[in-house]
């Protein structure tokens, strides 16, 4: 049962109980519904007189399948197998009634995968604890005999104690034959499986290893290494084509392409990896280094005799989904063949139908595959891979019968009994240095702890200085955007202007003009008290409106533009620079927003479009084919006769540069780089001069529209397949490492300031 988590309170995420549901399994009173699945529901509830714990309940109708419940058992030994401070603790397991169920802690903290969507890119103190942290997970799990084989940023809990592995149920025990899954089925998630898994090869503690070093490109990035898509094009990529693993330094960049290797014999050990991280030094220079990284103060307290440490609430909170399968309807997803896509972040209310986490491809994918390899595919960096490449794979098979576990995370370590345990024995045993080492990973759990401290108190402190725009997120300045009511955009538009604003998760957009047209590219006036918007029929052209910024008072101020064409305001406010259509070619005009009375500035036979006016220089930016390529240029509208100044070339863009818009202190234009193909493709910012470029994304998805925010330190911009935009935002000064979704499905053309 995977889990969608909320990490909010109980309240805001617990369901009272229906009629449907039981008010007592075995010895636990259940208080209230988490979630709900295909396989089951999980429920809160608690022993007379104990605290309360998570009780994953399987569906009556599945209690007759012994395939169902041999992998239910599985998950049940599985996690009891795993030192408990790695994951959630099993407390009580049975069946009653026809039902079986499991009892495991209910604890508080969001996943890697939500904190990343939330707040970006971990800061490298708070990503080499993580690191370390989960290698330390890893190295009990295979300590235990098993392999994960589904480690994802969604199955990594950042609980106040340290990073937490969950999910054991499609987790296979090295020394037992494989019993519930068929040859030649891949299970796992696209994105995050190693290319043995794809190869249906030999599976070996080594995978979890290049899932290991996926996760920590992501969580140092904010995208997966190998960019998204479908589960096809997922997987050629893992087995052919070359990382990215985005602005990590090193060492830490060279243990994750380590990691990432394509031979497993070439990665390194779970052990290797704590060493390494440790600086090399050996177990001794683990202990040493863990032991001066935990902070006295952070360490827990001895427990009172409520057993609750000292100052400490009677019951922390719960993140209730932590233990909650998916809701209804969101089954596990098999493979795809539809184009990329760069999804909603989960737990959000997008103005239309939600997709899939970012930086994760489908949630889980049953695939039938070859006993060959593929024929080989170029050896091409993810960003340069096409859409749904051709991978010859047959059809996707059926789900598998029992999805991965629980979903959940240990409250508090058990070091005695993980240093007190017996050592494992067999293929399990790769790597290892007996007991030393092995007690020293109770004290990476110190650390992780630590950074787990780190992680809240960003997250609080963020969510108070969001509101005056600090780096810790995008400025919460209203910016206005376009939302699609049905579906269609480009070939067909059905559009009203909106309005959106950033925050700690993504916004929903809010309709400032009815109708059921098709109004686009608004633009706020300098002093923010109109707005101007392009308004298309269908037809050759368009037409320029203006109205307040409540969307009263609107009124036509130009005709003849060119079809959904973007217009600039003048600094003074008084004008608006539009291309309008002049014998079939676009010509930039200035409009008198009072009369409407228009002012040809070019006459040349090129196309362009795309005029932005900057507000501190004067100057007009656009695009032109007027020396071949598409290119960007500037010219002064009080000297329309004066030549134009080229601001990029086809060195900078070699496929032609679009949708330009000027910094607020007019000193960088930032703008769309396109591909080989004439489209979108990534964002990039370039000084007035032509000095000083930079390209901010490298994500394969389309992206388009860049906007800045009012300060200028923040990008808001277009990712994801053209009939289906999803605004995000990246800090200027770190890119797309930084990069987060700050808005809902199919809503479009951001205008920041």
């Known amino acids: 049962m995977n889990s969608r988590r909320d990490t909010g309170s109980q309240s805001a995420s617990a369901r009272a109980l229906g009629p449907g549901d039981p008010s007592r399994i075995g010895a636990y009173v259940l208080e209230a519904k988490l979630g709900e699945g295909g396989m089951g529901a999980v429920y809160l509830g608690r022993r007379e007189g104990g605290p309360q714990v998570a009780v994953k309940v399987v569906r009556g109708e599945l209690a007759g399948d012994p395939a169902f419940l041999a992998r239910f058992r599985d998950e049940v030994t599985n996690a009891q197998r795993v030192a408990s401070f790695c994951t959630a603790q099993v407390l009580d397991h049975g069946q009653e009634d026809g039902r079986a169920y499991m009892v495991t802690e209910y604890i508080e903290g969001p996943s890697l995968l939500e904190h990343v969507s939330e707040h970006g890119a971990l800061s490298p103190g708070l990503l080499n604890g993580v690191a370390v942290g989960v290698a330390a997970a890893l190295l009990a799990i295979h300590s235990a005999g098993l392999v994960h084989r589904d480690l994802k940023p969604s199955n990594v809990l950042l609980s106040i104690s340290g990073p937490r592995v969950i999910d054991f149920g499609i987790a296979r025990a090295l020394d037992e034959a494989a019993g519930h899954t068929r040859t030649g089925q891949v299970i796992g998630s696209p994105g995050w499986i190693a290319p043995e898994q794809i190869l249906n090869q030999s599976i070996t503690p080594a995978v979890d290893v290049f899932a290991w070093g996926c996760l920590v490109a992501f969580a140092g990035s904010g ?52 060493l390494s991280l440790a600086g090399g030094g050996g177990e001794a220079a683990v202990t040493t280094t863990l032991h001066e990284a935990w902070p006295e103060d952070l360490a827990e307290p001895e427990p009172q005799e409520d057993g609750r440490p000292d100052g400490g609430p009677a019951e922390a909170p719960h993140a209730a989904d932590a233990h909650a399968p998916a809701a209804a ?25 939600p997709g899939r986490p970012s930086g994760e491809a489908p949630a889980e994918a049953t695939l039938h595959v070859p006993q060959t390899p593929p024929s080989p595919l170029p050896e091409t960096r993810p960003a340069q891979m096409p859409g749904p490449a051709p991978v010859p794979m047959p059809p996707p098979g059926p789900r598998p019968s029992f999805p991965p576990g629980p979903g959940q995370s240990p409250a508090h370590a058990a070091q005695t009994e993980w240093m007190d345990a017996e050592a494992p024995t067999g293929p399990a045993a790769r790597g290892r240095r007996g007991k030393p080492l092995l007690a020293t990973v109770a004290g990476v759990v110190a650390l992780t702890a630590a950074v787990a401290v780190g992680l809240y108190a960003l997250q609080d402190d963020g969510a108070k200085r969001n509101a005056s725009g600090s780096a810790s997120g995008p400025p919460t300045d209203t910016m206005l955007v376009r939302v699609d009511y049905a579906p269609g955009w480009a ?7 909106g309005s959106l604003t950033p925050g700690g998760t993504v916004a929903s957009a809010r ?45 036509r101020v130009v005709s003849g533009i060119a079809p959904r064409s973007r217009v600039a305001w003048s600094p003074e406010g008084d004008r608006i620079a539009a291309m309008v259509k002049v014998g079939g070619v676009s010509q930039l005009h200035v409009a008198d927003v009072r009369t409407g009375r228009t002012v040809p500035l070019t006459d040349d036979p090129q196309p362009k479009d795309d005029p932005t006016w900057s507000r501190e220089n004067g100057k ?43 910094s607020p202190d007019g000193d960088q234009l930032a703008f769309t780089l396109m591909n080989g193909e004439g489209k979108t493709s990534d964002i990039a910012v370039v000084d007035a001069d032509g000095d000083g470029y930079r390209q901010l994304t490298t994500d394969p998805a389309h992206e388009m529209d860049p906007s800045w925010s009012p300060d200028g330190t923040w990008l808001a911009f277009v990712r994801g397949p053209v009939p289906m935009p ?22 479009g053309h951001p205008a920041w300031s």
């Open 620 to 662: 007009i930016a656009f695009w032109s084919r007027r020396d071949g390529s598409q290119q960007l240029y500037c010219l002064d509208p009080e000297h329309p006769d004066r030549a134009w100044t080229q601001v990029t070339t086809s060195r900078i863009a070699p496929n032609g540069a679009n949708d330009p818009i000027w």
């Open 511 to 555: 309709e400032l003009l009815p109708g059921e047209g098709c109004d686009v590219l608004p633009q706020w006036s300098p002093d923010r008290k109109q707005i101007a918007f392009t308004r298309w029929d269908g037809g050759a052209t368009s037409e320029v409106w203006v109205m307040n910024a409540d969307g009263s008072g609107p009124r």
């Open 726 to 747: 999803q605004i995000w935002a990246m800090p200027v000064d770190r890119g797309e490492s930084g990069a987060r979704q700050i808005g809902p499905s199919s809503v």
């Open 491 to 497: 070939k067909e538009c059905h559009a009203r202007v």
């Open 329 to 353: 309807g969101t089954a596990p997803a098999v493979a795809e063949t539809t184009a990329d896509s760069r999804p909603p972040v989960p737990g959000t209310r997008p103005v239309h139908a």
């Open 223 to 274: 995208r997966n290494p190998f960019g998204t898509g479908t589960f096809q094009v997922m997987a050629a990529r893992v087995v052919h084509a070359e990382p990215e693993i985005g602005p990590l330094s090193e060492p830490l960049a060279g243990l994750v392409r380590r990691a990432l290797d394509k031979d497993p014999a070439n990665r390194p050990t779970a052990q290797e990896l704590l």
